[in-house]
T-cell receptor, first 113, second 113 residues
Framework: GENVEQHPSTLSVQEGDSAVIKCTYS??????FPWYKQELGKRPQLIID?????GEKKDQRIAVTLNKTAKHFSLHITETQPEDSAVYFC????????????FGQGTELSVKP | DAGVIQSPRHEVTEMGQEVTLRCKPI?????LFWYRQTMMRGLELLIY????????DSGMPEDRFSAKMPNASFSTLKIQPSEPRDSAVYFC???????????FGPGTRLTVT
């Protein structure tokens, strides 16, 4: 079955710097890759996603890139702000084989003012 | 729509007691997921349903855990008997076929003493 590895587990950056979180997946048939942000005590919420037929997607300060050949995808946050501090989860799914998202282990991002 | 609704939001119980967690998915969503989140194990998928039918319960830790979905608007996760190691935040999530985003409920924080 699918397995998703996420790195790093913790990441600390200065306000204004960029942050990059990386994930690898094992099932080459996976075709949808969402990223969720979970603030302390809150639920995970979708912040950006990418489908397998797209290599990059941007939404203001966040972007996601996908390398299907290498089976990895990354989240990029530019000009980080203290409110970006949270746990970020990547996930992968092959919608052709059912509805189960496989999540990475999470990255705790801390943005220091 | 009010989003995914879970109750109770907090539950404190003694070891050996039965615990029932409840979830109402977003209207029209045909997939329902139960997750458990702990610091040690991250976000684990316990079971998911499609059209009220359990599809994959491979994440259910043991026979003490059971889940039902008697209709499209209600699901329960039951733990009997509960143990201290069951202490965690339990999330319910739902999704509609043909749409990518999976929506999480606010979670139930369970403490077993």
């Amino acid at each position: 079955g699918e397995n998703v590895e996420q790195h790093p587990s913790t990441l600390s950056v200065q306000e204004g710097d960029s942050a990059v979180i990386k994930c690898t997946y094992s099932d080459s048939a996976s075709n949808y890759f969402p990223w969720y942000k979970q603030e302390l005590g809150k639920r995970p919420q979708l912040i950006i996603d990418i489908r397998s037929n797209v290599g990059e997607k941007k939404d203001q300060r966040i972007a996601v890139t996908l390398n299907k050949t290498a089976k990895h995808f990354s989240l990029h946050i530019t000009e980080t702000q203290p409110e970006d501090s949270a746990v970020y989860f990547c996930a992968a799914i092959n919608y052709n084989q059912g509805g189960k998202l496989i999540f990475g282990q999470g990255t705790e991002l801390s943005v220091k003012p | 729509d009010a989003g995914v609704i879970q109750s109770p939001r907090h539950e404190v119980t003694e070891m050996g007691q039965e615990v029932t967690l409840r979830c109402k998915p977003i209207s029209g969503h045909d997939y329902l997921f139960w997750y458990r989140q702990t610091m040690m194990r991250g976000l684990e998928l316990l079971i998911y349903f499609n059209n009220n039918v359990p599809i994959d319960d491979s994440g259910m830790p043991e026979d003490r855990f059971s889940a039902k979905m008697p209709n499209a608007s209600f699901s329960t996760l039951k733990i009997q008997p509960s143990e201290p190691r069951d202490s965690a935040v339990y999330f319910c999530a739902s999704r509609a076929t043909g749409f990518n985003e999976q929506y999480f409920g606010p979670g139930t924080r369970l403490t077993v003493t």
